[in-house]
C-alpha cells in the first residue's frame, strides 16, 4: 500500500491531502479504511466517491456518492445533494457512454434521467443556484443521444454554460460546453462546435476544475475532433489528456482512453511499434474493465497496425475481440478480407457497415475503404459513386484532412477509368496534404497513385522515382504487403520498350486496352474521333497486330499497361 501521513496530522486529514495532491489510490484507500471504522461525513464520502470513481472501482463510488445525497439531503442541505444526485446519474452512464456519445441509448439512461428529475425536485423552494444548471446538462445530453435532437440539446446546453458562468462554476460551464460543442458539430456546423469545444478544454486547463469532468471534457473533445476529421486538434486534446492522466496518482479511469488515442496518434505518424505497445497496455485488464468502450477501440487499433505489417491471423483475432466488446470492425476487418483475396466478403462488409451508417461523417470513415475495396473486386461504377459521395462531404465539411482522403479516393478512379491525366492532380495535393500532417503511410499510398499515373503517361523515370520514395517508407514502416506489391510494376521502362509508340499513342493504347471505343477515347482525351482513328491505325502497324483485342494483349504481355 502507498498509503503514508505525514507526522502530526490525523488520517483524516492524511487522506484530504493526498486527494488534493491527486495521489487517488491513497486517497481511496486511505478514506476506504476510515470509513470501515467510523463513518465520514458527506464531504468525505464526495471525495471517497471521486476517488474510487478514478481508481476504477464504480461500485464503491456510486456506494459512496448515494450515502452523501441521503445525508445532505436528510440535513435540509438541498443544493449540495441536487449536485450529488445529477453526478450520481452521470455515474450511471459511465465514462465511455458520457465520452463518446455514440449515437445510442445507454441502458442506464433512464436512471439518469430519474436522478435529475430527482434533484429538481430538491430545488423546488431554492433560489437561482449554479445547481439548476447542473441538472440542465443530463437533459442535454438526453436530448443529443437519445433523441438525435442536435438543435435541442445545443440550446439546453447553452443555458446550462449560461449557469456556469453566471455563477462562476467551472464545472457545471466545462461540462455545458462540452456537449453543446459536440451537438453543435451534430448539426452539421463543424466550425462553430469545434471552437465551442476549444472553449470547454481552455477552461479544462485552468486546472481547477474536478478531475472525473476534467478527464470526461478532454474525452469528449478529442473523440468529436477524430469524428470531424481535424487531425490537429486530435493531436493538441490527445496529448493534452495524456498530460493530464499523467498528473492523476494511481488513477485508472480514462487512462485506457489516453492510451487508445495515443496508439491512434502513433498510428497516423508512423510509429508503429509504439501503437502496437500502447494498445496493448489499454487492454490491460484493470483498465479495460473501467472503460470497456476504450478497450475495444484500442484492439480496433491494434487489429489495423497488424493488418498494414500483414499479420492477418493475428489481426482477424484482435477485430474478432473488439467485436465482442461491442465494435464494429469495420472498415478494417473488410480490408483484411481484401487483403485475404476473399472480394465477396470485403464486398458484403462494406456495403453492410455503409447501409447502416447514416451520420454523414460516420459513412465518411467508410468510403475510402469502399473506394479501394469496390475498385478491387473491379466495381468501378459503385467506387466511382463512393467517391463521389467522398467528395460531396468533404466539400460541405471543410477539413483538410477529409479533403485529401476525396482528392486521393477520387484520383484512384479516374485512375482505374484510364484518365491518368486528370487522377495526377488530385493524387498530388493528397500526397502534399499527407506530407503537410506527417502521415508517412498516406503519402505512400499517394505516391503510389502518383507512380501509376506517371508510368501510364509514359514517364517511366518519375514513375521510378515515386515508387522508390514509397518502398522506403513502407520499408521504414513495415508495411510487407505494400512494399510487396510496390516492386517492379512501375520500374523504369525502357525506350525500347515503347516499340515505337508516341507518348499520345501509348495513352490512347492504355485506354484501348480498357474497352474503351474510338468515340470514349476521344471523349477522355477531347480530341476528334478522326485523330483517334489515326492514332489506332498507326498502333496496329507499329505492334504488327491485325486487331483491337490483339493490341490490347500485346500491351498487358510487354507491360506497357
Known amino acids: 500500500m502507498g498509503t503514508h501521513v505525514a507526522a502530526g496530522i490525523s488520517p483524516l486529514e492524511g487522506a484530504r491531502k493526498a486527494s488534493a495532491d491527486r495521489r487517488w489510490l491513497d486517497a481511496y484507500e486511505a478514506l476506504s479504511q476510515i470509513d470501515a471504522q467510523s463513518a465520514l461525513s458527506a464531504a468525505d464520502l464526495e471525495l471517497l466517491a471521486t476517488a474510487a ?23 435540509g442541505d438541498f443544493r449540495r445533494a441536487a449536485r450529488c444526485a445529477a453526478t450520481i446519474g452521470f455515474d450511471q452512464i459511465g465514462i465511455g457512454e458520457i465520452a463518446q456519445a455514440v449515437g445510442c441509448l445507454p441502458a442506464s439512461m433512464s436512471s439518469c434521467s430519474a436522478w435529475a428529475a430527482q434533484g429538481s425536485a430538491l430545488l423546488e423552494h431554492e433560489g437561482d443556484c449554479a445547481e439548476r444548471g447542473f441538472l440542465l446538462v443530463p437533459v442535454a445530453f ?18 446550462a454554460a449560461e449557469v456556469g458562468r453566471r455563477f462562476d462554476d467551472l464545472d457545471l460551464l466545462a461540462f455545458a460546453l462540452s456537449i453543446q460543442g459536440r451537438s453543435i458539430l451534430r448539426s452539421g ?17 485552468t486546472g481547477v476544475v474536478s478531475p472525473p469532468i476534467s478527464g470526461i471534457v478532454l474525452s469528449f473533445a478529442i473523440d468529436a475532433s477524430e469524428e470531424a476529421f481535424d487531425l490537429g486538434r486530435f493531436d493538441q486534446w490527445t496529448r493534452a489528456l495524456t498530460k493530464w492522466c499523467d498528473e492523476q496518482q494511481g488513477m485508472v479511469a480514462f487512462r485506457c482512453r489516453s492510451l487508445g488515442h495515443r496508439a491512434r496518434l502513433s498510428q497516423l505518424h508512423g510509429k508503429w511499434g509504439d501503437a502496437l505497445e500502447q494498445a496493448t497496455q489499454a487492454c490491460e485488464k484493470q483498465m479495460s474493465d473501467a472503460d470497456p468502450p476504450a478497450a475495444a477501440a ?17 489481426a482477424e483475432a484482435a477485430y474478432g475481440r473488439a467485436s465482442q466488446l461491442g465494435f464494429d470492425p469495420q472498415p478494417g476487418l473488410a480490408l483484411l478480407r481484401l487483403a485475404e483475396g476473399d472480394t465477396h ?17 460516420q459513412r465518411a470513415t467508410m468510403l475510402p475503404a469502399a473506394v479501394e475495396i469496390l475498385l478491387g473486386s473491379a466495381d468501378l461504377p459503385g467506387a466511382s459513386k463512393a467517391a463521389t459521395e467522398l467528395v460531396e462531404i468533404a466539400a460541405d465539411h471543410g477539413s483538410p484532412a477529409l479533403a485529401a482522403m476525396a482528392k486521393q479516393a477520387s484520383g484512384a478512379v479516374l485512375l482505374a477509368k484510364g484518365d491518368a491525366l486528370a487522377a495526377l492532380p488530385s493524387v498530388r495535393q493528397a500526397c502534399r496534404a499527407w506530407r503537410y500532417f506527417a502521415l508517412p503511410y498516406d503519402e505512400a499510398r499517394a505516391r503510389m497513385l502518383i507512380a501509376r499515373c506517371c508510368w501510364m503517361l509514359g514517364d517511366s523515370d518519375a514513375a521510378a522515382l515515386e515508387v522508390s520514395a514509397a518502398r522506403r517508407i513502407f520499408t521504414r514502416l513495415g508495411a510487407k504487403p505494400d512494399l510487396a ?3 517492379s510494376k512501375f520500374a523504369k521502362v525502357p525506350a525500347a520498350s515503347t516499340h515505337g509508340l508516341t507518348s499520345r499513342e501509348l495513352e490512347v493504347l492504355r ?3 480498357t474497352g474503351l471505343t474510338n468515340r470514349m477515347i476521344a471523349d477522355e482525351l477531347v480530341v476528334a474521333v478522326r485523330t483517334v482513328d489515326t492514332h489506332v491505325s ?10 483491337r483485342s490483339a493490341a490490347t494483349a500485346f500491351a498487358y504481355r510487354h507491360h506497357l499497361v
Open 53 to 75: 470513481f478514478l481508481c476504477g472501482h464504480s461500485e464503491e463510488c456510486r456506494q459512496a456518492r448515494l450515502r452523501a445525497y441521503q445525508i445532505y439531503a436528510s440535513a
Open 142 to 159: 438526453e436530448q443529443l443521444v437519445m433523441e438525435r435532437n442536435h438543435a435541442g440539446a445545443a440550446s439546453t446546453a447553452a443555458q
Open 189 to 205: 456546423s463543424v466550425l462553430e462546435g469545434m471552437a465551442v469545444l476549444d472553449e470547454s478544454a481552455t477552461v479544462v486547463a
Open 298 to 314: 484500442a484492439l480496433y487499433r491494434q487489429a489495423e497496425v497488424l493488418r498494414l505489417r500483414g499479420e492477418l491471423t493475428a
Open 345 to 361: 466478403s470485403a464486398v458484403a462488409s462494406i456495403n453492410r457497415a455503409l447501409a447502416e451508417s447514416r451520420d454523414r461523417l
Open 485 to 487: 506489391q510496390s516492386g
Open 511 to 513: 485506354l484501348l486496352a
Open 538 to 547: 498507326s498502333i496496329l502497324t507499329k505492334l504488327e497486330v491485325s486487331s
